[in-house]
């Protein structure tokens, strides 16, 4: 049997990269404002 060689739709893709920068924006707003020391963030 072949393996099905199907891609996800441009939807799931767009999806997909928008809810990674969302929480990668978000990590780091949220570091940003947190009220600690630069040294402690890492």
Known sequence: MKPAN??????????????????????LIGLWNAEILLSEKG
Not at 9 to 20: D, E, F, Q, T, V
């Open 6 to 27: 199907s891609q996800p739709s441009n939807a799931y893709i767009g999806a997909s990269w928008l809810a990674l920068i969302v929480g990668i924006s978000a990590f």
